[in-house]
């Protein structure tokens, strides 16, 4: 058997050669990072439900019309996908303050915001992914006008769709980050959405109880991030077999 090629090892996915050119497989890791990699842990279980977790929603945004990286899951921590470009921008749409924005402005973790905000941040673990504006982006040439449309486009559909199918099952949707590739198809090049789409780049709050059922659940210590995601994947009907049950306090 050959030994595939390692294209890159991040935080939380390898990356390997794909079998045609322009393919790429992701294998999503069980390691868990926050606040830049400083807090690490091993997290059971993570890895194969955030890949049936991101597979579930780029096919919802494949079903919609919004272009993504997914081409098929291979196996239960695998997935094949479009290889791009990937813009050096983390992505970030917030419907409610948390976080760094609440910190940043002073505003209650959990308010609601007039309008969807969509922020950019510099994609440099070095730096700590700094918060930039459209100016920086434009004058350094990460993207460019067009792109940026596009991305903010793409940006507000994904929040449209991932903000409904949460809210189908008792999630509120505060925000999440995406990242954006260029792929090139002949003469064209057009913008994708790529990296994963899981409870590890999303705030999900429970509608009723508040509870968190994402990675603030590692970052703040607040029990176990396996039953958070896994709850989130019973409930939009994703849980892989095997999975590690859930506490009962989760089970409504
Ligand atoms: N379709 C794609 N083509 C090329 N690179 C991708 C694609 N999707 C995601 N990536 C990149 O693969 C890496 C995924 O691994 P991850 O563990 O998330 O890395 P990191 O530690 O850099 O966040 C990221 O650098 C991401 O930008
Ligand atoms: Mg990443």
New binding site residues.
């Given amino acids: 058997m050959a030994r595939r090629t390692k294209i890159?090892e991040?935080?939380?996915?390898t990356?390997f050669e794909g079998p045609e050119p322009g393919t790429?497989v992701?294998y999503f890791k069980d390691d868990a990072t926050a606040f830049n990699a400083e807090k690490k842990d091993v997290i059971e279980g993570k890895g194969v439900l955030n890949n049936m977790l991101s597979e579930y929603f780029m096919t919802g945004l494949t079903n919609i019309g919004v272009p993504n990286?997914f081409i098929k899951r291979l196996n239960m921590r695998e997935q094949l996908?479009?290889?791009?470009e990937?813009i050096p921008l983390e992505v970030i749409v917030r419907n409610y303050a948390a976080g760094s924005m609440s910190k940043r402005l002073g505003i209650e973790e959990g308010t609601m915001l007039p309008r969807p905000i969509v922020e950019y941040c510099y994609?440099d673990?070095a730096l700590g992914d700094p918060l930039v504006s459209e100016e920086h982006i434009a004058a350094f040439g990460w993207a460019s006008q067009q792109d940026m449309d596009d991305i903010l486009s793409l940006a507000l559909r994904v929040n449209d769709f991932l903000s409904g199918v949460m809210y189908g099952v008792g999630i509120k949707l505060v925000d999440f980050k995406i990242?954006i590739?260029r792929v090139y198809e002949g003469d064209f090049q057009r913008l994708i959405v790529?990296?994963?789409i899981s409870p590890d780049s999303c705030r999900l709050w429970d509608i009723e109880t508040g509870q968190k059922l994402d990675k603030d659940v590692f970052r703040r210590d607040l029990g176990s991030l396996t039953d958070a995601y896994s709850e989130v994947a019973k409930r939009l009907g994703v849980m892989p077999k095997g999975a590690t049950p859930m506490k009962p306090t989760l089970i409504n």
């Fill in positions: 890159y991040g935080k939380a996915k990356l790429i992701q990286h996908v479009k290889a791009c990937i994609k673990d990242e590739g790529a990296d994963e």
